[in-house]
DNA sequence: TCCTACTGTGACCATTTGTTACATTTTGCT
DNA sequence: AGCAAAATGTAACAAATGGTCACAGTAGGA
C-alpha cells in the first residue's frame, strides 16, 4: 500500500480524495496546513505528495522549497483555480508535475502513477551498496567508508583494494584477484604495489596492532578479511 | 533542417532571429502579421511555430486559437509584455510554452530544444524531467538547478556534465564518456578542459571541502556523484 | 566598437601510485 | 637449532594523475 500524503485545507476534498484513492490501493494521509503539512512530509517516507498552493499556516510554494531542502520525495502541485503563473512557478521550483484545481479524480490517478513509475524506475539505480563486516562499513554509492561509525578517507586503490576484501569477508582472496580487480592488470610475482597498498591501508584502518589486524596474510596465496563478530552480509 | 515559422511584426528581431537560428540548425521564416501568419503555419508543416503576441493584423491570441483548430504543431508564444496574463491566457489557450520579451536568444534556443526533444519523443506534456540525488535537483525542461532548494546558475558545458553524472547516482562515469556526451568530442588523455569543468562544477556545488564532496574523483577512471542519503535506505 | 561570460590550454602544485631497496618474517633444509 | 632462500612489510623516492590558477581565444550582447 503505497502512503500518499494529502497537504489541502479543503477538508471535505481531502476525505473524498483518500476515500477515492483508497479504493485504488492507496493509503492517504491529510493535513490541513502548510505548516504542520511541512513537518509530517519529513517525518515520515511518502510514496508521493498531493501539495495543494493555497494553504493556510504556510503558503504551499514556501512549503515545496522546505521540502525539497530535505528531501526528494515526489510532489503533485494542486493550483488552486485556473492559476497557471503557479503551474510555471511550481514547476521551476521543483514538482514533479500539478494538476489545476479543479481536476477529475481520475486524472489525478493518472498523474500520480505516470510519477510513481518514473520514479520506481530510477530508483533502481539507487541501490543500496552497503558492504559491512566487524565495523567496517563501505558504501560504494557514496564512496565513503567508516569504521565503528568513524570516517575513513582512503584513495581509490585502497578503496578498491578493501572493496575486494570486503566483497567476502573471512575468505581469502588471492593475490592474482586483487591485481585484476584492484590495479586492472596481471600479477607478477616481483610487482610489490599490492603489498604496498596492503600496508598503507592497514595503517589507515584502526587495531593494526599485530594481532587483531583486520586484513590477515595468508602466506603465498593473498590475504583475508579478518570476521570477529559473526554479522555480516552473505553474498553469495 | 528544422522548418521554423516566426511570426512577429519587429523586422529586426525577425531577421536577428533567423541569422542565430540558423547558425544552429534551422531554418527561419519569418512573417509579419498576424493573419498571413496563419495562413502560413497551416499551408505547411512547421516543426514549430515562434508567435508574438502582439501583433498587426490578427491578435496573436486569435492566431494561437485558429491554429490549433487545425493543427497540433508546436508553438512557442513570445509575450511582449513581462504581464502573466499574456502567459496564463497562451498556455490555457494551447502553446507549448512561451517566453517573455526580452528573452535571451541563448533561452529560446534552449526552449525550442526542449519542445522539438518533447515532441520527437514520446510524451507532449509539459512535464518536468527532474533528476535528483542528493538534494541535487536537475530540471532539464526548464534547464535549472537547485541544491537543497536553492537555485544554482551553471553554464551549458557544467550542466550537461551534471545531467550526466545525474543519470546514474553514484556509479562511475568514465572520462570517455563524459568527454563524448558533454564536449562532443572524443577523450584525449591530455585534455585537462574536463578537469576544468568538473573544477569550476564543484566549486558552485556547495559542500566542496574534499570530504562529502558531491563530485568524486576516482583516479584513472572518471568521476562519481555521490549519493549519501539513498532514498532507499531508512537508518532504523 | 567594447564588454562580458564561457571555454580551452599551459603551467604549476598536491596527492596518489608504482618501484627500488632493504628489513623482517617465515619456511625448508641439514 | 642454525642457516639460507623465499615471501612479505615498509621507507624512500620517482612517476603519474588530477586540481586549479592564470591567461588566451571566442562568441554574444550592449
Given at each position: 500500500?503505497?502512503?500518499?500524503?494529502?497537504?489541502?485545507?479543503?477538508?471535505?476534498?481531502?476525505?473524498?480524495?483518500?476515500?477515492?484513492?483508497?479504493?485504488?490501493?492507496?493509503?492517504?494521509?491529510?493535513?490541513?496546513?502548510?505548516?504542520?503539512?511541512?513537518?509530517?512530509?519529513?517525518?515520515?517516507?511518502?510514496?508521493?505528495?498531493?501539495?495543494?498552493?493555497?494553504?493556510?499556516?504556510?503558503?504551499?510554494?514556501?512549503?515545496?522549497?522546505?521540502?525539497?531542502?530535505?528531501s526528494?520525495?515526489?510532489?503533485?502541485?494542486?493550483?488552486?483555480?485556473?492559476?497557471?503563473?503557479?503551474?510555471?512557478?511550481?514547476?521551476?521550483?521543483?514538482?514533479?508535475?500539478?494538476?489545476?484545481?479543479?481536476?477529475?479524480?481520475?486524472?489525478?490517478?493518472?498523474?500520480?502513477?505516470?510519477?510513481?513509475?518514473?520514479?520506481?524506475?530510477?530508483?533502481?539505480?539507487?541501490?543500496?551498496?552497503?558492504l559491512?563486516?566487524?565495523?567496517?562499513?563501505?558504501?560504494?554509492?557514496?564512496?565513503?567508508?567508516?569504521?565503528?561509525?568513524?570516517?575513513?578517507?582512503?584513495?581509490?586503490?585502497?578503496?578498491?583494494?578493501?572493496?575486494?576484501?570486503?566483497?567476502?569477508?573471512?575468505?581469502?582472496?588471492?593475490?592474482?584477484?586483487?591485481?585484476?580487480?584492484v590495479?586492472?592488470?596481471?600479477?607478477?610475482?616481483?610487482?610489490?604495489?599490492?603489498?604496498?597498498?596492503?600496508?598503507?591501508?592497514?595503517?589507515?584502518?584502526?587495531?593494526?596492532?599485530?594481532?587483531?589486524?583486520?586484513?590477515?596474510?595468508?602466506?603465498?596465496?593473498?590475504?583475508?578479511?579478518?570476521?570477529?563478530?559473526?554479522?555480516?552480509?552473505?553474498?553469495?
Amino acid at each position: 500500500m503505497e502512503e500518499i500524503l494529502l497537504i489541502d485545507d479543503d477538508v471535505e476534498l481531502c476525505s473524498m480524495l483518500a476515500d477515492y484513492l483508497g479504493r485504488y490501493g492507496f493509503h492517504v494521509s491529510a493535513v490541513h496546513r502548510g505548516d504542520t503539512g511541512l513537518k509530517e512530509a519529513v517525518k515520515k517516507q511518502y510514496a508521493l505528495i498531493l501539495l495543494d498552493v493555497m494553504l493556510p499556516g504556510l503558503d504551499g510554494f514556501e512549503v515545496l522549497k522546505r521540502i525539497r531542502g530535505a528531501s526528494s520525495v515526489n510532489i503533485l502541485l494542486l493550483t488552486a483555480r485556473g492559476e497557471d503563473v503557479d503551474r510555471i512557478v511550481g514547476l521551476e521550483i521543483g514538482a514533479d508535475d500539478y494538476l489545476p484545481k479543479p481536476f477529475n479524480p481520475r486524472e489525478l490517478l493518472a498523474r500520480m502513477r505516470a510519477i510513481l513509475r518514473r520514479s520506481s524506475g530510477a530508483e533502481a539505480t539507487l541501490e543500496p551498496t552497503l558492504l559491512r563486516a566487524d565495523g567496517l562499513e563501505l558504501n560504494t554509492a557514496a564512496r565513503t567508508v567508516s569504521q565503528n561509525g568513524k570516517r575513513i578517507e582512503l584513495t581509490d586503490v585502497e578503496f578498491a583494494l578493501l572493496e575486494s576484501l570486503l566483497h567476502s569477508p573471512g575468505k581469502v582472496v588471492t593475490r592474482e584477484e586483487l591485481a585484476e580487480k584492484v590495479l586492472g592488470r596481471e600479477f607478477h610475482p616481483f610487482d610489490r604495489s599490492l603489498d604496498m597498498h596492503i600496508s598503507r591501508l592497514r595503517r589507515k584502518l584502526s587495531g593494526s596492532g599485530t594481532e587483531d589486524d583486520l586484513v590477515k596474510t595468508v602466506r603465498g596465496t593473498g590475504y583475508q578479511l579478518a570476521v570477529h563478530s559473526g554479522a555480516s552480509t552473505p553474498k553469495d
